[in-house]
């Protein structure tokens, strides 16, 4: 029997609601041996161990939880008594978790984020089934070596490219660029593409204690640089941009940011869009701008990759290679 290790962190997942049917409910309520209490036929698929990492709505998550949560990974992942690995999140942010886990766990055992968009307390709470898929897929051999995986609603996402693109449909990630990596048919992952594992476990943590401050900024019709002001008087090492179109944004801004770039702050241009990729050049002369282009990384990826690209490099060739690497 595989043996398969759950690291539980809140969300949706664990939430419950102040009034039963009602609309309103705290994530994080319950704890993971609740949770795993609630999948009935879990002892038959895996011998299942759990820990609870931290209790909190995804919404609150921040560096120094994935600091320890991709430390804590790499550890079980390197234990001969861990054969997979799931963690339970928020979805709000488990694009970005499960992906800064990619790029930061060196593992080739199977690593599988899961949650639910209905609190444990629901009808139609999806949470269990869920569940119950990531631990049938954590101890699947055939999800080894594929990189970090992300499972809701029948479905395998691959960590690279999984978004949250619905606020409350229990389908709501999708992979827009490359579409999903497979799905559950009869209780078992049906794998349809090929390993996307490249890069997984390429930017370990060593003794980094923090990581660079990175933020995104939205673009819009009239946007100024008063909020890119505010983002370098605050310290900024990186700026993602959300930008219209194919990461385009007013001459204002854009003249913003070519400053912050001669003053050695990393730029990324990103898009707003939910598809498409942002390529180097286009509107944009990134080349005489020092900018760097998000390719296919929408904002909440293209931050978390900028902050652990920008822990060996501040150059922006060097960072457009990791963009166009990963
Ligand atoms: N706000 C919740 C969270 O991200 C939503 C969810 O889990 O579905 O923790």
Redesign the pocket.
């Known amino acids: 029997m595989p043996r398969i290790h759950v690291v539980a962190t ?4 664990a ?1 419950a609601q102040a009034v039963p049917g009602g609309h309103g409910y705290a ?2 309520a319950f704890t993971v041996d609740a949770l795993l209490a609630a999948v009935p036929d879990l002892a038959g698929i895996a011998h299942v161990s759990a820990e609870q990492l931290v209790n ?6 921040n560096d120094r939880v994935w600091l320890t949560l991709a430390r804590r990974l790499e550890q079980l992942a390197a234990s001969d008594d861990v054969d997979g690995i799931v963690v339970t ?6 694009e970005e978790t499960a992906w800064f886990a990619h790029l930061t766990v060196r593992t080739t055992k199977p690593l599988v984020f899961v ?4 609190p444990a307390t629901a009808l139609g709470a999806d949470g269990p089934a869920n569940l119950r898929d990531a631990v049938a897929l954590a101890a699947d051999p055939a999800a080894s070596g594929r990189g970090v995986l992300v499972v809701l609603n029948d479905t395998i996402h691959g960590a690279r490219d999984a978004y ?1 693109l619905h606020a409350s449909r229990v389908d ?1 990630f999708r992979s827009p660029e490359r579409g999903p990596l497979g799905r559950f048919e009869g209780g078992r992952p049906c794998f349809t593409l090929p390993p996307l594992a490249a890069g997984q476990g390429s930017f370990p943590l060593g003794d980094a204690q923090a990581l660079p401050l990175v933020f995104i900024l939205y673009a819009h019709a009239s946007m100024g640089r008063e909020l890119i002001d505010a983002a370098l008087a605050a310290g900024a090492a990186g700026l993602v941009i959300a930008g219209v179109g194919n990461g385009n944004m007013t001459d204002p801004a854009l003249d913003a940011l070519q400053e912050a770039a001669a003053r050695g702050v990393a730029v990324v241009r990103s898009t707003r869009l939910p598809e498409g990729a942002v390529l180097r050049n286009g509107e944009v002369d990134d080349d005489a701008r020092g900018f760097i282009a998000a390719r296919e990384f929408k904002p909440g990826k293209a931050r978390v990759l900028l902050q652990l690209a920008l822990l060996s490099s501040r150059d922006p060739k060097a960072l457009q290679e990791v963009f166009d690497q990963a």
């Open positions: 809140g969300g949706t997942i939430g994530a994080g909190i709505g995804s919404q609150d998550m999140h928020g979805t709000d942010t488990m949650g639910s968009m209905r949250k709501a």
